[in-house]
């Protein structure tokens, strides 16, 4: 019952209660679904991987450090508290995928829960762009709210020859063309989930025909974000079968077809073109520099912006927004799910299941129950999980998104499938507090450095 409520609330976040429930929507069923699956999961609680997980502490720290960021430079005490009710839905994702969500058929439905939501917007749109959607811009009679909310699922916005062009996009927490695109770029690695060797028609319906799909679908939303965090999957992945430089030299073609065939909708990708994001890159670490602890408060960048905009980039918002303090906490959930979902992809330090182990499971009536998954399929879930956060990462390198359910559902599937093998006796324990505390800090130093110098490079180049 509580997975079942937990995809329902996933699918609910990202489609919103009106698309799915209409005008029961009035009675904020999500909220109530929250509830119900809060009660439900108290008794889980204490079998859960939750209280073994870093990310547990990495996502209540979060959520800390953003009400200490409003408290301390607002001076807000009200605004402070309620900056738990608006950062805690999306991560409430991660506990209940850690909680409900302990094998691997239910990763599945994860999945496709996913795949669904991404589909469903890429109809909706594709329909409002068949029956054509004429924008009249130059027409006194022009409402823009009105045309929104007849096209929900488009966003019409100006190309660089000044024609208008429609971007796909979804609702909720994905109404932006770019956040789409990420989600979409984030669950096309995840479906190969569904392959099976030397079973072409079932490989045909259940990956290759969604993943055609769901490409017409980020090239619909002609985001040069997504664009690059395809190149970058494709890299990843192809360079373990070819070797790095011709995986490199593939990914280059694919990029060069990609902008030949007006990919980004004649939006450019050149520095020039980025030229408006790196000076809001520079005025985050602005931010950071003259308020180093907590930073400038939660969703409260565009406030201290000049221009009045985000930062357009995952990391500075979150070091701007919540300061060292609260990047810290981020990059220890970053840091802890990578290096499972890396571990658990290694053939070196995944071994095969220990007999033993099942054997004891299957005659000691105390034992929870065990799935037994091979090495092989470990090591595929582990790779997967892999590609689709490098699509998260890339994607979010050009979005202000670190607090998005997707991070931390992603999150919640590489602790399953840790767990999993860990149970099994395939994989080493979670390395103790003490001794990730250290890489963590070293990545917090290190991606502020990178950020920096990037920042000082393409100042110099221009």
């Known amino acids: 019952m509580g997975f079942v409520l937990s995809v329902l609330y996933f699918a609910t976040s990202y489609l919103t209660p009106p698309v799915l429930f209409g005008p029961l929507a009035a009675y904020r069923v999500e909220l109530i679904l929250a509830a119900l699956i809060f009660l439900i999961s108290l008794p889980r609680l204490a079998k859960s991987i939750i209280l073994k997980t870093l990310q547990s502490m990495a996502v209540f720290g979060l959520a800390f450090a953003g009400s200490l960021s409003v408290f301390f430079e607002m001076h807000y005490i009200t605004g402070a508290i309620q900056t738990f009710p ?92 770019n956040d789409f695109g990420q989600l979409v770029v984030c669950v096309i690695p995840l479906l190969f989930i569904f392959w099976r060797p030397k079973k072409t028609f079932r490989n045909m319906v259940y990956v290759v025909l969604p993943v055609c799909a769901l490409l017409i679908g980020v090239f619909l939303t002609h985001s040069r974000g997504a664009l690059l965090a395809l190149i970058a999957i494709m890299i990843v992945s192809a360079r373990r079968r070819i070797g790095t430089l011709p995986a490199l030299l593939i990914a280059a073609v694919v990029f060069v077809a990609a902008i030949s065939l007006n990919f980004t909708g004649g939006r450019d990708i050149s520095a020039s073109a980025g030229a408006d994001r790196t000076i809001l890159w520079g005025e985050g670490l602005q931010m950071l520099k003259s308020h180093p602890l907590f930073g400038v408060g939660l969703g409260s960048f565009a406030a201290f912006c000049d221009c009045g905009h985000t930062a357009h980039n995952s990391l500075v918002v979150c070091a701007a927004e919540l300061g060292l303090f609260g990047l810290f906490f981020w990059c220890m959930f970053l840091f802890c799910t990578m290096r499972d979902a890396l571990a658990v992809s290694s053939p070196a330090k995944v071994s095969e299941a220990d007999p033993a182990i099942l054997e004891e499971a299957l005659i000691s009536p105390g034992m929870s129950r065990i799935e037994a998954v091979d090495k092989a399929e470990i090591n595929r879930f582990g790779r997967l999980l892999v590609l689709s956060f490098t699509g998260f990462l890339v994607a979010g390198w050009f979005l202000s998104r670190a607090y998005v359910m997707t991070f931390f559902l992603l999150g919640g599937m590489v602790e399953v499938v840790y767990e999993i093998a860990l149970r099994q006796g395939m994989i080493a324990p979670r390395p103790r507090m003490g001794r990730v505390l250290p890489y963590v800090g070293g990545l917090e130093v290190s991606l502020v450095l990178l950020m920096y110098i990037m920042l000082r490079t393409m100042s110099l180049m221009r």
Request: net charge positive.
């Open 86 to 177: 608006a950062f805690l839905p999306c991560a409430f994702a991660y506990f209940l995928v850690c909680l409900f969500c302990n094998s691997i058929k239910k990763i599945k439905i994860i999945v496709l829960m996913l795949l669904f939501v991404c589909l469903f917007v890429i109809a909706h749109g594709s329909i409002d762009l068949v029956r054509g959607v004429p924008l009249t811009a130059t027409s006194d009679s022009f409402n823009p709210n009105l045309w929104d909310m007849q096209h929900p699922y488009l966003w019409a916005s100006l190309n660089v020859t000044g024609e208008f062009l429609y971007r796909l996009r979804g609702l909720g927490l994905i109404n932006d063309p």
